[in-house]
């Protein structure tokens, strides 16, 4: 089969770099274009949010689309060579910021009439051969924003297949009964088998029930979902589905992520210089009035500000290395935005060794690629984690991340005790401030013998994180649906 024979609609809430609140944002802007690069015909469809339009050219026109739940206009545009839907409403253009909550952190109360109206959008252009001119084989679907594609999908006649794919199982895009009457959505989707979920009508689950495949972001992550610890009430459904369920690593974009051509950073390095990675080090503690000392093992995190990422820990395991062993020769630095509590809790925390933490409450892309690059050691004690970006950045810089073995951190990282031949970063067995802090002071202690820490920063530097293996497992994916349906 000729991969020109797949027509992909590729659906999502977010789209790096036009529209990002984390990872999701980053896979959504990468993975088209590494289809397109395997001559798969490839094109995405966002909702028109107000910043994204304020950002790009003025879309050209595609068509009006008459929904249930309202009027869209179709417009479309292009990102990196890939052609980009945009579904334009004023429920997308009536707020800037982030495209789920508001200012004080709160989900926007229409979110629910929102990601419906765009997932009937979809299913629209993935039927409406005349008006797009284009129809699509597939609709590839990303998180609880799109869950209800294959649903509505389900009960049309000849529609696309779906793949849907689970980058965060705890967002569920739950609602209730009662909401869900007011959208006017299909009854008969109101089932055990299907959008109902304890009592609620879940989002997610239409993609976890519908689709004719679904995958997670990692091989363990899609294991963990089984489970009752990680399935996040949906383990059934998951494992009655277990056949159709797959796990496929991240890719991440190599060209934005290079420290030997960074525009961000203040010194170009690679792994045969990386004696230079020093001087963004030393840019970086300026920048963030941490004292400038090149032998303090400079700790960075740059994170949604959320209880699966494991901050609060991160706090404690620091108070308790403080009152324990004090005036270690460490720093942190953390750049961050979300909740409120631990946002206090961190400003704290600088006030009180304002020359060893610095904390920034912002969502700064530049800033972002700096702690990187700066940075020794990249906390990411997280809870769990479908994939994670932040330590294949990491690895990427030579900064060796610090992590839980819990999904894609367990299939990316290998701790030191593996042996310098593997070793690429340290691991802890569970999210847990005591492990944190004992492996945090054993960073310390491995950073002052140099060559084995070079070793490590040199394997780091070496993992292959290109799109293209990923890229193959979905065409793969995509092939064998359509086999089934006999399409091609
Ligand atoms: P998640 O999607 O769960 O937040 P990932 O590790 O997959 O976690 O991806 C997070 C992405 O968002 C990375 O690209 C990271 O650099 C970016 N990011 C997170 N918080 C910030 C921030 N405050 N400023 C800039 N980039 C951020
Ligand atoms: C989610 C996950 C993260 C993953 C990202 C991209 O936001 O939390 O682990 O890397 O999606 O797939």
């Not at 990601?115 to 084989?137: G, K, M, Y």
């Not at 990303?142 to 794919?165: E, K, M, N, R, Y």
């Not at 020093?278 to 941490?290: F, P, V």
Request: proline share 5%.
């Amino acid at each position: 089969m000729k991969h020109n024979d797949l027509h992909i609609l590729f659906a999502c809430s977010e789209l790096t770099p036009w529209v990002k609140t984390g990872g999701l944002a980053d896979v959504c802007g990468s993975l088209p274009r590494a289809l397109q690069q395997h001559n798969v015909d490839v094109r995405v469809v966002i909702p028109g949010y107000k910043d994204v339009l304020d950002r790009i050219q003025p879309p050209a026109f595609v068509a009006l689309l008459n929904l249930p739940l309202g009027t869209v206009t179709l417009c479309q545009s292009t990102l990196n060579g890939v052609d980009v839907l945009l579904v334009n409403h004023e429920l997308f253009t009536n707020r800037t910021g982030n495209p789920y909550m508001s200012d004080a952190d709160r989900p926007w109360p229409d979110n629910a009439l929102r990601f419906a109206l765009f997932s009937q959008a979809v299913c629209e252009i993935a039927n409406r051969a005349s008006e797009t001119e284009w129809q699509p084989d597939l609709v590839h679907c990303h998180d609880w924003q799109t869950g209800l594609i294959p649903a509505l999908l389900s009960l049309q006649i000849d529609a696309p297949a779906t793949v849907f794919t689970i980058h965060n199982l705890a967002y569920q895009g739950n609602i209730t009964m009662g909401e869900y009457h007011r959208l006017h959505l299909p009854e008969e989707l109101l089932v055990q088998d299907g959008l109902e979920f304890w009592g609620q009508a879940s989002f997610i689950k239409g993609g976890i029930a519908y689709a004719d495949r679904i995958n997670t972001v990692s091989p363990t992550y899609a294991e963990e979902i089984t489970d009752r610890e990680f399935g996040c009430g949906m383990e059934g459904l998951l494992l009655h589905r277990r056949g159709s369920l797959s796990g496929i690593l991240n890719g991440i974009d190599l060209q934005t992520w290079n420290p030997a051509t960074d525009q961000h950073i203040a010194c170009n390095y690679t792994a045969d210089t990386i004696e230079l990675k020093a001087k963004n080090k030393i840019d970086l503690q300026k920048q963030l009035n941490l004292a400038p000392e090149p032998d303090a093992l400079l700790f960075g995190v740059i994170s949604r500000l959320a209880i699966q990422k494991g901050i609060d820990l991160v706090i404690e395991a620091f108070k308790k290395i403080e009152s324990d062993t004090p005036d270690q020769n460490f720093q942190l630095a953390l750049l961050g935005s979300g909740d409120s509590t631990l946002q206090a809790q961190l400003e704290e925390l600088a006030d009180a060794h304002p020359k060893r933490v610095a904390v920034v409450f912002d969502f700064d892309e530049k800033l972002s690629h700096k702690i990187e690059a700066g940075a020794d050691v990249f906390l990411m004690p997280s809870r769990y984690e479908p994939c994670g970006l932040n330590q294949m950045y990491s690895h990427r810089y030579g900064t060796l991340p610090l992590v839980t073995r819990v999904g894609g951190l367990a299939d990316t990282v290998n701790d030191y005790t593996d042996g310098l031949d593997s070793a690429n970063g340290f691991v802890i067995e569970s999210a847990d401030a005591t492990l944190l802090g004992s492996e945090m002071l054993n960073a310390v202690e491995r950073f002052r013998d140099k060559a084995g820490w070079h070793q490590m920063q040199r394997n780091a530097m070496s993992a292959d994180y290109s799109w293209a293996e990923s890229a193959s497992h979905y065409i793969r994916m995509y092939s064998d649906i359509l086999e089934e349906r006999n399409v091609i």
